[in-house]
C-alpha cells in the first residue's frame, strides 16, 4: 500500500512527534508498504493559524491510498482515506484555555479563533474514517470538546526487543531530558530522606542549562555525591540499553503528561519496575502501585518510601519488574498491534 | 546556522533532484551547519490546481531557520527572509515547453492567465532573493532569456569523490549512465561492429524501460558481438559502478545534446579516466575535450568505432588524457565545500 505519513513540525526542534512517525515509517516498510513521510511546517501562533490550516487543505496528496496523520493541524488534510493518530490539541485554545499557559487574552477576538479553531477541528475530525490517540487523555479531550469517540492506540518504542534484564543493581535510574517538569529535582530531594544505600543515576540531556545547574546546587546541598550520578548529556539508545539491564527500577516523574512516556515503556521492556507519581497524568495509565512499580505522592519523603522499598524487598522489585514487562502486553502496547489497527 | 533546504516531493517518487537536496544537506552538517529538508507535495496535474498549490506555498510559516536554499518552483515561493534560490528547474512548461508546444497548461484564455500567474510569481521570488545561482548553463539561459535575471551557475559536485580513485585498467571502455535511446549506448555497440578485435565495451547501468534493454541485447546477438562487449543492465550499487569506472580503460558518454556536464563524466574524471563522447553530446563537452581529455567523435558508429580503437591503441596516452580530465575537472572547483560556501554567501 502507498501510504503517506503526515504531520507538522518547526525545522530543528526534535522530538517524541518526530519519533512516532519515523518509528512507524520503518515498521510499514519491514511490511513491504511504500511510504512517504510529509512534514510540514507549522508554528502555533494564533494569529497566523489560519493561513496556515488553509495552505494544509491545499495539499494533494490523491497518490496515497492512504494517510496517516499526527501533530495539529496535520488533520485538516484531504484524503478520501484518512486516518488520525491524533496527538494533541492546539491546546491553549482547548483545555489550557482557562489556565496561565493560554499566552493571549480571553476576548473577543481570541473567543472567536477559538470557535472557528474548533469548529475547522470538528469538520476535519468527522472526515476522517478513524480516529486514534495516543492515551486515554487525549481521548477524553477529543470527547468533551469535540464529541468525537477514539480509540487509544499506545505508541510502542522501536525495536523494544533490544531491552533486557541482566540483573538488579543498587540504582534507581531516571534516564528522561533534564527539565523542570520532568522533575528530577525531586527524586534529588527524595535521597535527602531514603534510610537505606539505595542510589540514583539522572541521565539525559538538559532542555535548559539552568535548571541542570539547579539539580547539581541541590546535590551539592544535601551533601549526595556518593549517592546521586549525573550525567547531563546525549544518551545513546545502546547505553540506554546498558543501563536498564542492571538497574535497580526506573523513575519518571514528569508532572501531568498526557502520555505514559517513552521512559516507563522502555524500562518495562527491559522487566524494570518504575516509579512515578500520582500527579504524573499518563504514566498512571501504565503504573499501578504495587503492581508494576510504585506511585508515590508527589512530595521528597514518600518517594524516599519508595526507593527504599525498591532497595531492601528485592524479590517484590523483580516481581514487579515481570509485571511491568506482562503490562505492555495488557494494554496491547506493541508495533503488531498499531500496524493492525491502523491499516485495518 | 540553521539551513533549511525546501523542494518539491512528488509523493512516492524519488529522483535527481531528492538525491541533489539529501546531499546538499548531507554536506551543509559537514560543514558545520544544521541542516533539514523540507519536502512540500506539488502535483502540476491538472494545470488548474497549479496556483492553489502556488498560493499553499506563500501561506507556510517559517519559524526557527537562518537560511532558506530553495531548488523547484513552487517550492521557492516560500516566504522567509534570507533566500537563495539554486534553480533546478522552473516550471518549464510555462515556459520553454510552451514554446515548443509541450505543455500542460489549457488553450485559450485560461490556459494564458494560468502562465501569466506563473510567470509573475516567479518574478516575485526571484526579486525577494538573496542570490540566485542554477545547476546548469541551459537553467541559467532560459533563466536570462525568459525571466531577464542573472544567474551564476553551481554544478551540483560528485557526490562520492572518495570512491572515484582510478586504478588498473581491465581493458574495457565502459559505457554507463541509465540506458535509454537518448543516452544513445547503441551508438556505442554498433560501433563495435568496426572496431579491431582486442577493443572491447562494457555497457553498464539501469535501462529507461525493457525495451531499451532488449534493443541493446539485439544489437548484439545480431551482429554476434557476445565475445567483446559485456551488458550489464540493471541498478548498480554504488560499490559496483565505481568499481566498474575505477577499471576502465576510458569511459564512453555520447548522450544527445545533455544539459549539464553530467555526474558520469565528472565521476569518470574524478577517477583520471579518458572521455569519449560526440560532438553534439552538450554540456558533456564541457569535460570531453578532444584531444585533451579524451576523443569527441562524430555521432556516427564507424567514427565511434575509431577513437575506442585509439583508446587501446596507446595506453600512454590514454592515461594522459585520463590525467587532463581529472586536471580539468579539479580547475572547475566543483567540490561541495566550495558549493556550500558560496549558498550561504
Redesign the interface.
Same mark, same amino acid.
Given at each position: 500500500m502507498r501510504i503517506a505519513l503526515c504531520s507538522t513540525f518547526v525545522p530543528f526542534i526534535y522530538g517524541g512527534a518526530r519519533n512516532i512517525v519515523e518509528w512507524l515509517q520503518v515498521m510499514l516498510e519491514r511490511q513491504g508498504h511504500t511510504v512517504e513521510r510529509v512534514y510540514l511546517p507549522e508554528v502555533d501562533a494564533p494569529d497566523l493559524l489560519f493561513q496556515q490550516m488553509a495552505a494544509l487543505r491545499w495539499i494533494d496528496l490523491s497518490a496515497a491510498d492512504r494517510v496517516i496523520c499526527f501533530r495539529p493541524q496535520a488533520h485538516l488534510i484531504r484524503h478520501p482515506h484518512k486516518i488520525l493518530w491524533f496527538i494533541h490539541h492546539i491546546r491553549s485554545f482547548y483545555d489550557l484555555w482557562d489556565t496561565p499557559y493560554r499566552g493571549f487574552p480571553d476576548n473577543a477576538k481570541y473567543r472567536g479563533v477559538r470557535d472557528a479553531l474548533r469548529a475547522a477541528d470538528n469538520a476535519a475530525l468527522a472526515e476522517a474514517k478513524q480516529v486514534f490517540t495516543n492515551s486515554r487523555v487525549v481521548s477524553e479531550r477529543l470527547k468533551k470538546y469535540n464529541g468525537v469517540d477514539s480509540e487509544i492506540l499506545y505508541p510502542p518504542v522501536f525495536d523494544s526487543e533490544r531491552f533486557e534484564c541482566r540483573s538488579f543493581n543498587d540504582e534507581v535510574v531516571y534516564i528522561c531530558r533534564m527539565e523542570h517538569h520532568k522533575r528530577q529535582h525531586l527524586l534529588i530531594e527524595a535521597m535527602s530522606h531514603v534510610k537505606t544505600a539505595v542510589r540514583i543515576r539522572l541521565c539525559g540531556r538538559s532542555g535548559d542549562v539552568s535548571y541542570a545547574d539547579h539539580l547539581r546546587a541541590l546535590i551539592q546541598k544535601h551533601r549526595l555525591d556518593d549517592k546521586v550520578t549525573i550525567e547531563d548529556r546525549w544518551i545513546s539508545e545502546e547505553e540506554k540499553v546498558e543501563l536498564l539491564a542492571d538497574c535497580l527500577a526506573a523513575a519518571y516523574l514528569p508532572l501531568d503528561e498526557d502520555s505514559y512516556g517513552y521512559p516507563s515503556l522502555e524500562a518495562s521492556h527491559a522487566s524494570k519496575p518504575i516509579l512515578t507519581t500520582l500527579d504524573s497524568g499518563g504514566v498512571m495509565e501504565l503504573v499501578s502501585d504495587g503492581d508494576n512499580g510504585y506511585v508515590a505522592d508527589p512530595d521528597p519523603r514518600s518517594v524516599a518510601d519508595a526507593l527504599d522499598k525498591f532497595y531492601m524487598q528485592r524479590d517484590e522489585t523483580r516481581r514487579m519488574g515481570v509485571r511491568a514487562a506482562a503490562r505492555l502486553d495488557e494494554l496491547k502496547i506493541s508495533w503488531t498491534h498499531v500496524l493492525e489497527r491502523l491499516l485495518a | 546556522m540553521?539551513v +533549511?533546504i525546501v523542494n518539491n516531493? /512528488?509523493? =512516492?517518487v524519488w529522483g535527481g533532484a531528492e538525491e541533489l537536496a539529501a546531499n546538499l544537506e548531507r554536506n551543509l552538517i559537514l560543514a558545520g551547519h544544521?541542516a533539514?529538508i *523540507?519536502?512540500?507535495? =506539488?502535483?502540476w496535474e491538472p494545470a488548474e /490546481?497549479i496556483p492553489?498549490?502556488m *498560493?499553499?506555498?506563500r /501561506? =507556510?510559516? +517559517?519559524?526557527?531557520?537562518d537560511r532558506v536554499i530553495a531548488l523547484k518552483f513552487p517550492a521557492y515561493l516560500i516566504r522567509h527572509p534570507h533566500k537563495t534560490l539554486w534553480l533546478v528547474h522552473q516550471y518549464r512548461q510555462a515556459y520553454d515547453l510552451f514554446d515548443a508546444g509541450q505543455t500542460n497548461l489549457p488553450p485559450g484564455e485560461q490556459g494564458e492567465a494560468l502562465r501569466s500567474m506563473i510567470r509573475e510569481a516567479d518574478q516575485q521570488a526571484f526579486a525577494e532573493m538573496r542570490s540566485i545561482y542554477t545547476i546548469s548553463d541551459v537553467t541559467k539561459a532560459r533563466l536570462a532569456r525568459y525571466n531577464g535575471r542573472e544567474a551564476n551557475v553551481l554544478v551540483p559536485p560528485v557526490n562520492d569523490p572518495e570512491r572515484f580513485i582510478g586504478g588498473e585498467s581491465q581493458g574495457y571502455v565502459l559505457a554507463a549512465g541509465r540506458v535509454n535511446a537518448m543516452k544513445r549506448q547503441h551508438l556505442l555497440v554498433e560501433a563495435m561492429r568496426y572496431t579491431s578485435p582486442k577493443t572491447k565495451l562494457l555497457v553498464a547501468g539501469p535501462p529507461d524501460s525493457a525495451a531499451d534493454a532488449d534493443a541493446l541485447q539485439r544489437l548484439v546477438d545480431q551482429h554476434d558481438l557476445g565475445d567483446r562487449v559485456k551488458l550489464d543492465l540493471r541498478f548498480l550499487s554504488r560499490d559496483e559502478y565505481a568499481a566498474y569506472v575505477n577499471g576502465a580503460q576510458a569511459v564512453a558518454y555520447v548522450p544527445y545534446d545533455e544539459d549539464a556536464l553530467a555526474y558520469v563524466t565528472m565521476e569518470a574524471s574524478q577517477a583520471g579516466k579518458a572521455l569519449i563522447s560526440a560532438c553534439d553530446s552538450g554540456g558533456v563537452l564541457g569535460l570531453a575535450r578532444h584531444g585533451e581529455t579524451g576523443w569527441v567523435a562524430m555521432p556516427h558508429p564507424e567514427a565511434l568505432a575509431g577513437v575506442l580503437d585509439q583508446a587501446f591503441a596507446d595506453s600512454r596516452r590514454t592515461q594522459a588524457y585520463g590525467d587532463g580530465a581529472r586536471e580539468r575537472l579539479h580547475a572547475m572547483d566543483i567540490n561541495w565545500p566550495s558549493t556550500v560556501g558560496m549558498l550561504l554567501q
Open positions: - | 540553521k +533549511l516531493m /512528488a509523493p =512516492f544544521q533539514e *523540507l519536502r512540500v507535495p =506539488f502535483q /490546481a492553489t498549490q *498560493l499553499m506555498m /501561506a =507556510f510559516e +517559517l519559524w526557527n531557520v
